[in-house]
């Protein structure tokens, strides 16, 4: 069957836009202008924009700025969109140029074509629903769309912040679970002196905490908005009981305790917020593949490299190495970092560029902090389910470790002198007579309290077995 098509004119011309479709001409031109990244806009992106619309035809309506029927209309096709409606039209890509015009617009088309459905009309006779007067009304894209990013980025965190907490919980498990097993410290990959196991993953788990509570700090930035801004700052066109009320009904909505920014200008032009939540899920991201790289450490082997711990075996590591098992999990959280460090070094250039009363570039740097959002949620979701909850000690090669090393001379450093010691350090490594036969031999000390410094239980705790 052929397609029909209607046509549909702007400033710019004519174009024919599928008679099927419920977005317009200006998303048609975007869709041909930014074929960029082959992915469409954030469906949570595209949900707060529907929220902002939604908002804004509740306030018009309750104070008599916008007809009723027209507004019962625009907040009844917001709905079908909330309820997961329509997806197919939002088309335009999530890389665009004109400040996020594009997205705002395709919204806005999608809106007034089911409002104008609503009230009998056909797609595209706008002189029923306008885009831009009615949808649109006392907005501008340039509060719309960094409202919406904010609404968005708190949407997008909330998941990850629960992964977290769930990461936190199986770390200390395992923190409790290792705790009695000995093994060796370890500086610039060379023996330092005994720690426990357990010690290891709760500085795992300590990381992990204090990254949340960085990322939940700069998230209270998320929640000072500038509707109301319209343009740059002057509020132009947005009459005084929208300007009251619409932060307060988009609260309402949103269910997040948002305010407006007190300096609508600052609000509109800067995007430091953003770059601010972008640079602690990078900090996130460097703990996490640190951790990953320890991990990958810790289980390297088995059998010729540590084999202290034994990861979960998850898949076959290898199309030719029959039983090979490798530690995919840390390697993808490694490669997930490593995605949100350049994600930040692009939020960072992004919100750096913007010149005088706007910057221009926010949808690119929302197509990065919303990967990084996604892909961190994944990767510690990941990490906590089919790696940490299922990582097992290999208590005797922890302890062949120690017992090997010769790094717990350095707990004799107060009894007879760093020199003496790097000496016995020094024989031990080339004879490989242990430290304590060396240190009896040479009547350096006796047995008795030999035994009690040379205690690598006592040595893992600040301020026991000491002088």
Known sequence: MEKEFRTESDSVGELSVDSAAYYGIQTLRAKENFEITGTRLNSAFVRNVVLIKKAAAIVNKSYGLLDAQKADAIIAACDEILHGKHRKDFIVDAVQGGA???????????????????????????????????????????????????????????????????????????????????????????????????????????????????????????????????????????????FTHITEELSLLSGEPLRRADDLFDGTQNVDGFAAVSGTLKALAVNLSKMSNDLRLMSSGPRTGLGEIILPAKQNGSSIMPGKINPVIPEVVNQVAFLVIGHDVTVTMAAEAGQLELNAFEPVIFYQLFESLRALTGAVKTLSENCIVGITANRERCAEWVNRSVGIVTALNPYIGYRKAAEIAKESLKTGEPVRSIVLREGLMDEKTLDEVMDPLLLTEPCRGRL
């Open 100 to 242: 996020g015009t594009s997205a705002n617009m395709n919204v806005n088309e999608v809106i007034a074509n089911i409002a104008i459905e609503r009230l009998g009309g056909k797609k595209g006779d706008y002189s029923i629903i306008s885009p831009n007067d009615h949808v649109n009304m006392e907005q501008s894209t340039n509060d719309v769309i960094p409202t919406a990013g904010k609404l968005t980025v708190l949407s997008l965190a909330a998941p990850l912040l629960t992964e977290l907490d769930r990461l936190y919980a199986a770390l200390m498990k395992k923190a409790e679970e290792f705790d009695g097993i000995l093994k060796m410290g370890r500086t610039q990959l060379q023996d330092a002196v005994p720690m426990r196991l357990g010690q290891a993953f709760h500085a795992f788990a300590t990381s992990v905490l204090r990254s949340k509570e960085r990322i939940e700090g700069s998230l209270s930035e998320m929640r000072t908005i500038n509707m109301g801004a319209t343009a740059i700052g002057t509020a132009i066109n947005a009459r005084e009981a929208y």
